[in-house]
């Protein structure tokens, strides 16, 4: 089954011969940093070798949250929520953002300290966190759930948006503002001048540039591999379905360790597994097996590990490519795994068992998607310095839809030089190479 239905977006036929910065990805993510720099008089060109928003960007669950996040990401999620705030009537589009609250159940007294623990970290930031537990938290939950549950951590200042709707109203508003936006123009390669860079060399022609932003998520790393730069990424599956429209289930989002749910625009709901992930064994698993180690220590009851087809079609992967000939980014336009039918069924029959109201709710579609992860899960939004003029925005790790809009104003920032928004340095490029063994902060 095909992957959800993104808004429709026809990008521009005529490719521009120069720009100050070029874009590489049409997710949230590139759309955000393409719209921060158009708004600020800075042209530029925003290249998606698919379509707008069609790979993770348009898969993920939908939750705007700073809540349980890693503390490195915390004071970037709150900035990207006072964007969210405002964006649709920036844009003068509908990307569905609504703050409706977000709930992370404590099923037992270890859980519960666990988030007591994480709600202390938000006290700074305006989201009203707090444990609920007995009445307090039965009236924020459908009313005859089965939940047998200690408390939960609960932040009305959190909420959700709409995926299929986000990085396209993001990047019309892009579009508005100056910037060139190609769909179905993969990026080859880049060029150099003086040792910076001064081009990019796309399926479509050239385009001369002074800068470039890297946004390509799950492809990243084979970009990064054509330049000559390692960057540490791997792929991870989440599976999603959505219902038709139903009545009496809850406003906020709520997680599980069995299931999870947010509310649609439509009326229905997105629900996935609270934990479970598939990861292909790959090459790319082989040669960042010591990078994604304590990785793997911390998550593995929330993996699958497979060993499949994937492997040898990724060892067929070339890592360098002349540029006047096709990359791999224009033989594959999206990503489009098959959802995991089991892992879904159980999450949903948990949701029934909880919740019994989602009895007569209708599967209406199931998807999958590929998250682009990190050795320490934190993003990388930094410059390169081995490659000067090229900046790099991916590897969110599963949290990039919320904090995208925050992430693209941190990149533009980077990109033009001006004083960032938040200190950028736990996202830096380097700490891959310079000794700082960067690994997950448990519990997050």
Same mark, same amino acid.
């Given at each position: 089954?095909?992957?959800?239905?993104?808004?429709?977006?026809?990008?521009?036929?005529?490719?521009?011969?120069?720009?100050?910065?070029?874009?590489?990805?049409?997710?949230i993510?590139?759309?955000?940093?393409?719209?921060?720099? %158009?708004?600020?008089?800075?042209?530029?060109?925003?290249?998606?070798?698919?379509? #707008?928003?069609?790979?993770?960007?348009?898969?993920n669950?939908?939750?705007?949250?700073?809540?349980?996040?890693?503390?490195?990401?915390?004071?970037?999620? !709150?900035?990207?929520?006072?964007?969210?705030?405002?964006?649709?009537?920036?844009?003068?589009?509908?990307?569905?953002?609504?703050?409706?609250?977000?709930?992370?159940?404590?099923e037992?007294?270890?859980?519960?300290?666990?988030?007591?623990?994480?709600?202390?970290?938000?006290?700074?930031?305006?989201? &009203?966190?707090?444990?609920?537990?007995?009445?307090?938290?039965?009236?924020?939950?459908? =009313?005859?759930?089965?939940? !047998?549950?200690?408390?939960?951590?609960?932040?009305?200042?959190?909420?959700?948006?709409?995926?299929?709707?986000?990085?396209?109203?993001? %990047?019309?508003?892009?579009?508005?503002?100056?910037?060139?936006?190609?769909?179905?123009?993969?990026?080859?390669?880049?060029?150099?001048?003086?040792?910076?860079?001064?081009?990019?060399?796309t399926?479509?022609?050239?385009? &001369?540039?002074?800068?470039?932003?890297?946004?390509?998520? !799950?492809?990243? &790393?084979?970009?990064?591999?054509?330049?000559?730069?390692?960057?540490?990424?791997?792929k991870?599956?989440?599976?999603?379905?959505?219902?038709?429209?139903?009545?009496?289930?809850?406003?906020?989002?709520?997680? =599980?360790?069995?299931?999870?749910?947010?509310?649609?625009?439509?009326?229905?709901?997105?629900?996935?597994?609270?934990?479970?992930?598939?990861?292909?064994?790959? *090459?790319?698993?082989?040669?960042?097996?010591?990078?994604?180690?304590?990785a793997?220590?911390?998550?593995?009851?929330?993996?699958?590990?497979?060993?499949?087809?994937?492997?040898?079609?990724?060892?067929?992967? *070339?890592?360098?490519?002349?540029?006047?000939?096709?990359?791999?980014?224009?033989?594959?336009?999206?990503?489009?795994?098959?959802?995991?039918?089991?892992?879904?069924?159980?999450?949903?029959?948990?949701?029934?068992?909880?919740?019994?109201?989602?009895?007569?709710?209708q599967?209406?579609?199931r998807?999958?998607?590929?998250?682009?992860?990190?050795?320490?899960?934190?993003?990388? #939004?930094?410059?390169?310095?081995?490659?000067?003029?090229?900046?790099?925005?991916?590897?969110?790790?599963?949290?990039?839809?919320?904090?995208?809009?925050?992430?693209?104003?941190?990149?533009?920032?980077?990109?033009?030089?001006?004083t *960032?928004?938040v200190?950028?340095?736990?996202?830096?490029?380097?700490?891959f190479?310079?000794?700082?063994?960067?690994?997950?902060?448990g &519990?997050?």
């Open positions: 089954m095909p992957g959800p239905r993104v808004t429709t977006f026809h990008g521009d036929e005529t490719l521009p011969s120069h720009v100050e910065v070029v874009v590489i990805g049409g997710g993510i590139g759309a955000s940093a393409a719209l921060e720099l %158009a708004e600020r008089g800075h042209s530029v060109a925003l290249c998606e070798k698919g379509g #707008i928003g069609q790979e993770q960007s348009s898969r669950w939908g939750w705007v949250r700073i809540s349980r996040r890693d503390p490195r990401e915390l004071a970037l999620m !709150a900035s990207s929520i006072d964007i969210w705030r405002g964006l649709d009537a920036r844009l003068g589009r509908a990307t569905g953002y609504t703050r409706a609250g977000i709930l992370f159940a404590c037992n007294a270890e859980r519960y300290a666990e988030h007591q623990r994480a709600c202390a970290q938000l006290a700074p930031f305006d989201v &009203g966190a707090k444990m609920v537990s007995g009445g307090e938290l039965d009236r924020l939950l459908p =009313s005859g759930h089965r939940m !047998a549950l200690e408390g939960a951590l609960y932040t009305p200042g959190d909420g959700r948006a709409e995926p299929q709707w986000a990085a396209p109203a993001i %990047a019309e508003g892009a579009r508005e503002r100056g910037a060139a936006v190609l769909t179905e123009c993969a990026v080859r390669g880049i060029e150099r001048t003086a040792g910076r860079i001064g081009a990019v060399v399926e479509r022609g050239r385009i &001369g540039c002074d800068a470039v932003v890297l946004a390509g998520g !799950a492809w990243s &790393g084979l970009f990064c591999a054509s330049l000559g730069l390692r960057l540490p990424q791997l991870v599956i989440n599976s999603v379905l959505r219902t038709a429209p139903l009545e009496g289930g809850p406003e906020a989002a709520l997680w =599980s360790e069995d299931f999870a749910l947010r509310r649609r625009a439509d009326g229905g709901y997105s629900v996935a597994s609270g934990h479970a992930n598939i990861a292909d064994i790959v *090459p790319d698993s082989l040669r960042y097996a010591r990078d994604f180690s304590a793997l220590r911390q998550e593995w009851r929330s993996l699958s590990l497979r060993l499949g087809w994937r492997f040898l079609d990724e060892l067929r992967l *070339p890592r360098r490519w002349a540029l006047d000939e096709a990359s791999p980014f224009e033989y594959c336009r999206t990503l489009d795994p098959h959802p995991s039918k089991r892992q879904l069924d159980r999450a949903f029959s948990r949701l029934v068992e909880a919740f019994p109201l989602f009895a007569r709710a599967v209406a579609q998807w999958a998607g590929c998250i682009d992860v990190t050795p320490d899960a934190v993003p990388v #939004i930094s410059p390169v310095d081995d490659v000067p003029g090229l900046h790099i925005a991916t590897g969110f790790s599963g949290h990039g839809f919320g904090i995208g809009p925050g992430a693209g104003r941190l990149v533009a920032d980077l990109v033009v030089g001006v *960032p928004l200190d950028p340095s736990p996202f830096r490029f380097s700490r190479s310079d000794g700082s063994r960067p690994e997950p902060i &519990g997050f």
